[in-house]
């Protein structure tokens, strides 16, 4: 058999011993339609990874025995998220797709991540059941059941939607000290060669400039032929065709450049400040993006402040990653405040504990 059968075996086997050892504690058996098992697992460690289980059909659920470390809670709910979050499947990946516009399909971007989000908050009914990661529906389930639950089904199911869509994403949950435990997604925003690279880059800046000068001569900002993508600029007697300019300055023009010319702001933004990174792109394109007056809420939104948090994982890398909860007016809204440490749950079974106090604002101007 393949690895991925055999982790399947070995997972099903898994679980035959999980129900006959929680059937001995007397554990009360719930719905079916959950994803989950809640009893002791020996020797589980704070830091494991495990094969992504492909069933989608073992949907145990058992009262939790009092006497569980918080290792082998956090065991539990790896199992959980990991089987929750069934983005290979056909029903998942199709149903991310269909959030993202045909003007913003390709390679998963930022904007394609609001796309979804957007959808998600609004088409999720909030069902208040508050069971927490140890009681969740799998992502294909909230889709056959019409999007209901709480907070927790909500995370699971929208890190399932980023990943459906060729995204990266995980479920983090910590405990605020006034609203008890939380469940919210995280999406992966990138890492320290992306904070490192420039949206512009520098080189292809200055030999366009030099190609064009008597166009910057005349515009010393480039905002004019910047704004649109083609046309003509005179200088004297002398006319500049061109098309695209704002793209042949970027470093990643085909993942970039259409979402700035949706948001011409952008451009402008890039322009004044041209050593933004790819980390604060995307933050600031959320400030573009969900910022000004709201017809919804009736209010003008300022979101200068949009923060992110990063990590330094053990290698000494620095990743980073934006929350994105069910009750937030846009993504990085929290309503939460962590209490210096948080649990990160993947699709791959793998969990850790990360310190979560260290965040960062992008600085716009």
């Known amino acids: 058999m393949d690895p991925r059968t055999l982790d399947i075996a070995a997972f099903i086997a898994a679980l035959c011993i999980v129900a006959a050892i929680a059937f001995m504690v007397n554990s009360t058996a719930g719905e079916d339609e959950k994803v989950g098992v809640n009893v002791s697992v020996p020797d589980a460690t704070a830091d494991s990874s495990l094969a992504d289980n492909a069933s989608g059909g073992l949907t145990l659920q058992y009262g939790l025995p009092s006497y569980l470390t918080k290792a082998e809670r956090n065991w539990l709910i790896s199992r959980q998220v990991s089987q929750g979050m069934d983005y290979y499947l056909p029903t998942t990946r199709d149903y991310a797709v269909r959030y993202i516009p045909s003007d913003h399909a390709g390679t998963f971007t930022i904007e394609q991540a609001c796309d979804i989000r957007d ?33 927790a089904d909500f995370a699971v199911f ?34 320290s060669e992306d904070y490192n690279t420039k949206i512009i880059s520098p080189e292809k800046y200055e030999a366009f400039k030099s190609n064009y000068s008597a166009i910057f001569e005349k515009d010393p900002s480039g905002l ?4 649109y993508r083609y046309g003509t600029l005179c200088s004297g007697d002398t006319c500049y065709s061109y098309m695209d300019p704002f793209m042949e300055i970027m470093n990643e023009p085909e993942k970039y450049g259409e979402i700035c010319y949706n948001y011409p702001k952008l451009i402008n933004y890039l322009l004044l400040f041209p050593d ?39 290698n000494g890398e620095v990743t980073y990653w934006l929350p994105m909860e069910l009750s937030g007016k846009y993504p990085g ?3 939460y405040s962590d209490a210096g440490s948080a649990m990160v749950y993947y699709s791959d079974g793998s969990y850790k504990s990360v310190r979560v106090n260290e965040k960062v604002a992008p600085v716009i101007g």
């Open 276 to 314: 933004t990174n790819a980390i604060d792109f995307q933050a600031l394109y959320i400030q573009v993006r969900y910022g000004g007056y709201d017809d919804k809420y009736k209010e003008t939104r300022d979101i200068r402040n949009l923060n992110y948090d990063y990590y330094v994982e053990e």
């Open 119 to 151: 959808g998600s908050v609004a088409d999720w009914t909030y069902s208040g059941e508050d069971g927490g990661l140890l009681d969740i529906s799998s992502a294909s389930r909230s889709i056959n059941t019409g999007l209901t639950g709480d907070e």
């Open 158 to 191: 929208l890190a399932s939607m980023f990943k459906g869509a060729g995204g990266e994403a995980r479920v983090k949950s910590g405990v605020d000290p006034e609203s008890g435990e939380y469940a919210v997604t995280e999406l992966y925003l990138g890492n």
């Open 224 to 227: 004019t032929i910047f704004k």
């Open 333 to 335: 809204d929290t309503g």
